[in-house]
């Protein structure tokens, strides 16, 4: 089982309109809304593909419930925790043009709230094969909220995939991979070899289309997919880390790790559907990724 | 007892921005919501007043359960009769420049949904001294829906707040009071006289800071606040709406009615909060209304 850990999980909204106007009243044309938040979506794809998948996290309110209910709807088993505070909405607004986000700041998580959290997440990490952290911690949890839970995670392997401050204290924690993408690589150190001397044992470094580069205490490998995919880039980054938890949980080698991480990451960009992936697609990228040592 | 009825209720949401970006991503500083309609907004300024009151209408969904939610926090009696569909939301996105706003389409209504609303409504109704219906027609509900109302609440006063057909065919059931704004009046009719034509027994039309116009049975009348009254303009109407209620469960004077419209609309423009008053300007407005037969 694969426990998937979301601190900040989120109601995504979706709002089609013709042309979104400022200052002015839009009529919606049709409205999408699921379970979000990066947690969520790397559980849903580990779903897709057959894993044994458990959600955590931090959810409250009334948008807490919907959250809730969607993972219910989705198939997904549903062991957040509450909380007081009421949980954040995304609304994208897409019109024909591009989209237009709001991001609601989120639940304020009490001292005892988090550490309620923390004993409940280490009796869920127990049976797990597979931890992964993931997304931004919300206000109020400590910054080093993921090193406290990568310690309670024990001997089980934490995949951690966040940014910032939180991903520089959670290296602490030895972490097994952490995922930062070029950008957020580039914000917190000069190279993957820099995050493995603070602690990851292994750095995946994800750079939209060119692949990912990989450091790890097994050597070092550049993974690139067999062609330029053009399409919808949402959810590449937890297809990436779906299957690199994957790999964690079933011992892969490095190098299978990374072909498969290519070629779903490649088949949920082609996918025109946000977080799915082409089920053909991945089976037809699959043998054509490119992998070399470097 | 009054009862309000909403048939498209909705959870009104607003985001403070700093400055709404286009095609961009946007923190909301901060959020509020609250349940909103036209019959829930009139609920909560007689439930202010003291009035015993009581809320009908369609709910639906997780939105429906927040609507409700919110209901009773307020301590606003609930008699909303569930519906398959999703009750609407509409976000307002505040900045430092003007206000842009969102409207969810609502649930689409089905004959079942809707016969069986007109039964309980008619239940509802019985110890009721006035009914309110208020507000838009949701997508199912057929055109002539507040004049199957009108009917089904049998001898109580009917005060009908809507606009365009839903006002036309609402007029067949002989509402005791309509009160159009001078835009809607002029979207379907020449004069007020014509609504009484067509079959209100009274009409009461909103002109903003220039008051209220009453063609009745009785006579008519012109009421203007004391002084032109700046501020918060939301919830204005819903005010009117309040106390034409009263008047007609107390069955006061109608130049006593238009007074305390007058007084309280103005107090609620006066209040910052949109929906609210400010319970000093409105005693100190009340003498200072001016009504004249016309």
Redesign the interface.
């Known amino acids: 089982m694969i426990l998937t850990v979301t601190l900040n999980a989120a109601l995504d909204i979706t709002?089609h309109?013709d042309a979104?106007?400022?200052?002015?009243?839009?009529?919606?044309?049709?409205?999408h809304q699921r379970a979000g938040g990066k947690g969520v979506n790397v559980a849903r794809v580990l779903h897709a593909l057959g894993h044994d998948v458990v959600v955590t996290g931090l959810a409250g309110g009334?948008t807490g419930?919907?959250i809730r209910?969607d993972l219910a709807t989705a198939g997904l088993r549903d062991e957040l925790v509450d909380v007081a505070g009421?949980s954040r909405r995304t609304?994208t607004?897409v019109d024909d043009?591009?989209?237009?986000?709001?991001?609601?700041?989120g639940p304020v998580v009490t001292t005892g709230e988090w550490t309620a959290f923390v004993t409940r997440f280490a009796q869920l990490a127990r049976p797990a094969d597979v931890v992964v952290l993931a997304g931004s911690l919300p206000p109020g949890v400590p910054a080093d909220g993921y090193a406290q839970l990568g310690r309670a995670a024990g001997e089980r392997p934490v995949l951690l995939d966040t940014s910032g401050p939180a991903l520089l204290a959670g290296l602490t924690a030895r972490p097994a991979v952490v995922k930062p993408n070029r950008h957020e690589l580039a914000e917190i150190a000069a190279s993957p070899q820099a995050l493995r001397a603070m602690g990851a044992r292994a750095v995946v470094v994800s750079a939209g289309a060119d692949g990912l580069v990989a450091v790890t205490g097994e050597g070092s490998w550049r993974a690139r997919p067999p062609e330029r995919v053009a399409g919808n880039p949402t959810g590449a980054g937890d297809a990436v880390v779906a299957a690199l938890a994957i790999g964690l949980a079933t011992g892969a080698a490095w190098p299978d790790r990374l072909r498969d991480a290519v070629a779903l990451s490649a088949a949920t960009v082609l996918h025109p559907a946000a977080g799915a992936y082409d089920v053909d697609a991945y089976a037809r990228f699959l043998p054509t990724v490119s992998v070399e040592e470097c």
Chains 1, 2 share one sequence.
């Open positions: 709002y309109v979104l106007v400022g200052h002015a009243t839009n009529r919606v044309r049709d409205v009334g419930t919907d209910n009421e609304v607004i043009s591009d989209a237009t986000v709001l991001n609601e700041p």
